[in-house]
């Protein structure tokens, strides 16, 4: 009898499940770490061995043949099932193996997606997993046991090869798998009586034997080791780059989409004077560093140097590993859709405060009118306080030491001018502002802000979150204010820009906001159906950060590309939004695109807020407060743009936003604010 999950009596654990969940390691989040190709002959491993136990097909050491092709129901092995019986030829598991070792990740997504369906695992943002809380699983012999499937399975897979007890073929297989990924010494503490054991164990069973066996003699091919794969990286011409019309308006995205379609999806720009620049762009590239990158890039050199400008180190986009995951998951309730629903009235407030003093006929700068009104919101909402009066020299200080330190597009001394070491004294008053009102006493009855949540982390573990930090942690969720309020700036101009679209998210508005302020419950995908996909548009026509910085830590290949240990990594994940493959006519706003059957953004094509273990942890808080100000502001004004002959182009740095030459023209008040 297989194992089975509450809820999952007719959904049998297979062996697909129980591999990925004995290679999960349940402290930090990761599974522990497989060499790529070992990994994908041994993920098809399983789903060959499911099936052979589901009677559809056999194998011994000579071949692997079709007994039954009866589909068996499942997206993982039905495909696999059908690619055996059209080969008319009998071939043996190896040759299997190679040949559909090309569907692991597919097999892995769907086997995940299985384990969060039935509440066995938890997704986290940013590709984390966890174990769902404890439910009762049901073990081979039909009796309960208060554990997770992953601890039963591993407390299983420890009986058998630490006693001498006779094992169910089962998990014999599931022995062999994991021996084969070479991960049993992360998982239990071995001498050599039991690795002996473990040895013997996967001589016991048959098709175990071969399958394992095929997976190990595949590895060992040096016609399929990466440096026998490896291309010469193309080196992209300067003079295609600088005559780029897009590089001319500023659009890095579609420069990068230009690129990749000229070079191919990893290239190499060589600045004169300077290091050189290598590049990934393109839905491939963006697949493999959501998945693997994690295996094989790190943050922490990049960003070392701009840390120290605020006195830190180890600060959460820096971090990788177990460090990252536990520091984001601690604040990921401080960052969540769900706090931003439970203060609205806060938004509503602050936001009416603010556009209190528009007046018809008044011009505002575009990017510095989005900015301080996220920021009216933020500051409360993030540390509670009111920053409006340094929010300009923190954003200025951030600004210049990014464009320094990050992208290394100015010298040094330009952080140490008059100017910025006078900006650099907001920092020290936001520090004094929060500390002041911080305290037990004061916070008593209020509501949780992030404030709370990092001033709580220290005191609790101040390793993790350590005084040093506080500077960069706090100064830094104000500085979301820039990020957001940039992401709104390009809203609002193409609200303004399509006076179409502008009439139905009105219509949304107004019927949100006919009975009062909605609350958080009200923002469901019909109400809000329009303007949700609106926003998807903006975000993939005016991503505020085109592209990721990493360094390669260990080498590896992508794409066929070698990519050197030590290298500074490019990641211009959002080239694909200019993709034409990805999004057709890429140029036209059409939120139509969001709808089925089209669903352009499924798949890895469509990354706004960046990919893998640092995918931007606020981006479910941020698309709601985008979508409450958007509407906010179609339901009380109507915007002009500003000049009428205004046509969009970029300021792409540090991040992108709109060139400071457009403006925001207040044509109409549609209704008087109630402040």
């Known amino acids: 009898m297989r194992d089975t999950a509450e809820g999952l009596a007719t959904e049998p654990l297979t062996l697909p499940d129980e591999l990925i969940l004995m290679l999960l390691n349940e402290h930090n989040g990761y599974f522990h770490q497989v060499l790529g190709w070992t990994l994908n002959c041994t ?101 309960a046991r208060g554990e997770t499937a992953s601890q039963f399975i591993k407390s299983r897979i420890s009986k058998v090869i630490f006693t001498d007890a006779i094992p169910d073929p089962r998990d014999v297989i599931v022995v062999c798998l994991v021996n084969s990924c070479d991960v049993f010494r992360f998982i239990f503490e071995l001498d050599d009586e039991t690795e002996k054991r473990i040895d013997l164990i996967c001589k016991m069973d048959l098709i175990g034997r071969s399958i394992a066996d095929a997976v190990q003699q595949t590895i060992a091919i040096p016609l399929l080791r990466r440096s026998a794969l490896t291309k010469k990286i193309p080196v992209v011409s300067l003079g295609r780059l600088l005559l780029n019309p897009n590089l001319r308006v500023g659009n890095i995205p579609a420069l990068f989409a230009d690129l990749a379609k000229e070079y191919g999806p990893v290239f190499e720009i060589r600045r004169p004077f300077a290091k050189s620049m290598l590049f990934l762009a393109g839905p491939q590239t963006n697949r493999w560093a959501h998945r693997q990158g994690r295996r094989y890039l790190m943050s922490m050199n990049y960003f070392s140097d701009f840390e120290k ?69 933020l500051s409360p909402l993030f540390i509670s306080i009111d920053s409006q009066d340094i929010f300009d020299d923190l954003m200025t200080y951030k ?74 942690a706090l100064s830094a969720a104000l500085i979301a204010s820039v990020y957001l309020g940039d992401a709104f700036s390009f809203a609002l101009y193409a609200m303004a820009a399509q006076p179409a679209l502008h009439e139905r998210i009105c219509g949304e508005a107004d019927a949100l906001f006919e009975n009062g302020d909605p609350d958080g419950e009200a923002f469901t995908p019909s109400a809000i159906d329009v303007t949700h996909r609106f926003l998807m548009e903006c975000l993939r026509m005016y991503p505020i950060v085109p592209m990721s910085l990493r ?27 200019y993709m034409p493959e990805v999004f057709p006519d890429p140029f036209s706003f059409d939120i139509d695109r969001y709808l089925p059957p089209r669903n352009e953004h499924h798949g890895p094509g469509y990354a706004p807020y960046g990919l893998g273990t640092h995918t931007c942890l606020g981006n479910r808080w941020m698309d709601l407060q985008l979508a409450v100000n958007v509407l906010m502001v179609a339901h009380y004004f109507t915007l002009e743009v500003s ?15 709109p060139s400071k030459r457009l403006k925001f023209r207040i044509a109409e008040q549609r209704r008087e604010l109630s402040v």
């Open 309 to 377: 400008v605020y006195g830190a180190h180890g600060v959460l986009p820096s971090l990788d590993g177990s460090d990252h995951f536990r520091l984001r998951r601690a604040l990921s309730p401080a960052y969540s859709r769900s706090r931003l629903a439970g203060q609205l009235d806060g938004v509503y407030r602050h936001g009416r405060e603010f556009m209190a003093d528009w007046k018809v006929g008044d011009r505002f700068p575009a990017t510095l009118l989005s900015r301080r009104m996220i920021n009216a919101q």
């Open 43 to 143: 993920v098809v491993g399983a789903a060959l061995a499911e099936l052979s136990l589901l009677s559809r097909i056999d194998a011994d050491v000579e071949s692997l043949h079709l007994v039954d092709p009866t589909e068996t129901g499942s997206p993982v092995l039905d495909p696999i099932l059908k690619e055996i019986a059209k080969e008319p030829a009998r071939r043996n598991a190896q040759y299997w193996i190679e040949r559909l070792a090309v569907h692991a990740e597919t097999i892995i997504d769907l086997t995940l997606d299985r384990l969060v369906k039935f509440k066995i695992l938890e997704h986290h943002n940013g590709d984390f997993w966890t174990l769902a809380p404890a439910t009762e699983h049901a073990h081979g012999k039909g009796d």
């Open 399 to 472: 600004e210049r030491a990014l464009n320094i330190h990050i992208l290394k597009v100015l010298p040094k001394f330009m952080l140490n001018t008059i100017g910025m070491k006078r900006r650099a004294k907001s920092v020290d008053t936001l520090m004094e502002r929060v500390q002041s009102l911080h305290t037990p006493a004061q916070r008593a009855g209020c509501p949780r802000v992030l404030a709370d949540d990092l001033l709580s982390l220290h005191a609790s573990d101040p390793q993790l979150v350590p005084e040093s930090n506080l500077r960069f």
């Open 551 to 577: 360094d390669v830590m260990n080498s590896c290949t992508v794409e066929g590309y070698e990519l050197p240990v030590g290298s500074r990594l490019y990641i211009a994940q959002t080239a694909a939004h």
């Open 643 to 657: 000049p009428a002959n205004y046509t969009l182009r970029f300021n792409p740095l540090p991040s992108m936003k």
